[in-house]
Protein backbone atom coordinates (compact mmCIF):
# COMPACT_ATOMS: atom_id res chain seq x y z
CA UNK A 1 0.00 0.00 0.00
CA UNK A 2 1.24 3.79 -0.97
CA UNK A 3 -0.01 7.22 0.58
CA UNK A 4 0.50 9.99 -1.12
CA UNK A 5 0.52 13.70 -0.25
CA UNK A 6 0.24 16.43 -2.29
CA UNK A 7 1.55 19.91 -1.62
CA UNK A 8 2.42 23.26 -3.12
CA UNK A 9 -0.79 24.36 -4.29
CA UNK A 10 -2.41 27.75 -3.84
CA UNK A 11 -3.53 30.70 -5.40
CA UNK A 12 -1.29 32.39 -8.23
CA UNK A 13 -2.44 35.03 -10.92
CA UNK A 14 -2.64 34.24 -14.72
CA UNK A 15 0.98 33.72 -16.47
CA UNK A 16 2.09 32.84 -12.81
CA UNK A 17 4.07 29.13 -12.04
CA UNK A 18 3.69 26.74 -9.20
CA UNK A 19 4.91 23.60 -8.52
CA UNK A 20 3.47 21.06 -7.11
CA UNK A 21 5.01 17.73 -5.00
CA UNK A 22 3.82 14.62 -3.97
CA UNK A 23 5.31 12.68 -1.32
CA UNK A 24 4.79 8.68 -1.20
CA UNK A 25 4.91 6.57 1.66
CA UNK A 26 4.39 2.66 2.52
CA UNK A 27 5.39 0.35 -0.35
CA UNK A 28 7.37 2.60 -2.46
CA UNK A 29 10.02 0.10 -3.50
CA UNK A 30 7.91 -1.17 -6.57
CA UNK A 31 8.34 0.65 -9.69
CA UNK A 32 4.94 2.79 -10.15
CA UNK A 33 3.93 4.92 -12.98
CA UNK A 34 2.88 8.76 -11.11
CA UNK A 35 0.20 10.58 -12.16
CA UNK A 36 -1.02 14.03 -11.97
CA UNK A 37 -5.26 14.59 -11.85
CA UNK A 38 -7.15 17.48 -11.69
CA UNK A 39 -10.83 18.20 -11.13
CA UNK A 40 -13.00 21.80 -10.49
CA UNK A 41 -16.45 21.95 -8.97
CA UNK A 42 -18.80 20.25 -10.76
CA UNK A 43 -16.32 18.82 -13.61
CA UNK A 44 -14.88 15.37 -14.08
CA UNK A 45 -11.39 14.54 -12.74
CA UNK A 46 -9.24 15.09 -15.99
CA UNK A 47 -5.90 13.59 -16.65
CA UNK A 48 -2.93 15.92 -16.24
CA UNK A 49 0.58 14.15 -17.10
CA UNK A 50 2.16 10.55 -16.20
CA UNK A 51 5.83 9.50 -15.69
CA UNK A 52 6.39 6.11 -15.44
CA UNK A 53 9.18 4.53 -13.05
CA UNK A 54 12.00 5.14 -14.98
CA UNK A 55 11.51 8.83 -16.09
CA UNK A 56 11.52 8.99 -19.37
CA UNK A 57 8.03 8.22 -20.45
CA UNK A 58 5.63 11.13 -19.80
CA UNK A 59 2.77 12.06 -21.67
CA UNK A 60 0.38 14.84 -20.89
CA UNK A 61 -2.91 16.01 -21.57
CA UNK A 62 -3.06 18.63 -24.51
CA UNK A 63 -4.31 21.56 -22.81
CA UNK A 64 -1.14 21.61 -20.25
CA UNK A 65 1.18 20.49 -22.59
CA UNK A 66 4.16 23.04 -23.50
CA UNK A 67 3.63 24.09 -19.70
CA UNK A 68 3.30 21.80 -17.12
CA UNK A 69 6.54 19.36 -17.12
CA UNK A 70 6.19 15.94 -14.36
CA UNK A 71 9.00 14.86 -12.81
CA UNK A 72 9.90 12.71 -9.97
CA UNK A 73 12.74 11.90 -7.64
CA UNK A 74 12.61 7.80 -6.86
CA UNK A 75 15.40 8.34 -4.23
CA UNK A 76 12.95 10.94 -2.24
CA UNK A 77 10.04 8.73 -3.65
CA UNK A 78 8.73 12.29 -4.94
CA UNK A 79 6.56 13.25 -8.33
CA UNK A 80 6.33 17.11 -8.72
CA UNK A 81 4.52 19.03 -11.29
CA UNK A 82 5.68 22.01 -12.63
CA UNK A 83 3.41 24.54 -14.16
CA UNK A 84 4.02 27.34 -16.01
CA UNK A 85 1.95 30.08 -17.64
CA UNK A 86 -1.03 28.73 -15.65
CA UNK A 87 -4.79 30.08 -16.77
CA UNK A 88 -7.97 30.40 -15.18
CA UNK A 89 -8.66 27.35 -16.47
CA UNK A 90 -6.16 25.53 -14.60
CA UNK A 91 -8.01 26.45 -11.53
CA UNK A 92 -8.68 22.59 -10.17
CA UNK A 93 -7.93 20.73 -7.39
CA UNK A 94 -5.07 18.81 -8.28
CA UNK A 95 -4.45 14.85 -7.07
CA UNK A 96 -1.33 12.55 -7.45
CA UNK A 97 -2.07 8.88 -8.32
CA UNK A 98 0.14 5.99 -8.43
CA UNK A 99 -0.06 2.70 -10.59
CA UNK A 100 1.88 -0.45 -10.57
CA UNK A 101 1.98 -0.75 -14.37
CA UNK A 102 2.51 1.42 -17.20
CA UNK A 103 1.28 5.17 -17.99
CA UNK A 104 -2.55 5.65 -18.22
CA UNK A 105 -4.64 8.20 -18.34
CA UNK A 106 -7.06 6.42 -17.20
CA UNK A 107 -8.61 7.28 -13.67
CA UNK A 108 -9.98 4.01 -12.96
CA UNK A 109 -6.52 2.00 -13.48
CA UNK A 110 -4.23 3.97 -10.62
CA UNK A 111 -4.74 2.58 -7.52
CA UNK A 112 -3.56 4.95 -4.94
CA UNK A 113 -4.38 8.70 -4.62
CA UNK A 114 -3.51 11.60 -2.26
CA UNK A 115 -6.30 13.76 -0.90
CA UNK A 116 -5.68 16.94 -3.34
CA UNK A 117 -4.46 20.04 -3.23
CA UNK A 118 -6.11 23.47 -4.58
CA UNK A 119 -4.67 25.23 -7.30
CA UNK A 120 -6.55 28.57 -8.03
CA UNK A 121 -5.53 30.82 -10.68
CA UNK A 122 -6.66 34.22 -10.96
CA UNK A 123 -6.69 37.06 -13.26
Known amino acids: QVQLVESGGGLVQAGGSLRLSCAASGRTKNRYTMAWFRQAPGKEREFVAA????????HYVDSVKGRFTISRDNAKNAVSLQMTRLKREDTAVYYC????????????????WGPGTQVTVSS
Open 51 to 58: IDWSGVNT
Open 97 to 112: AARAGPNSVFEGSYDY
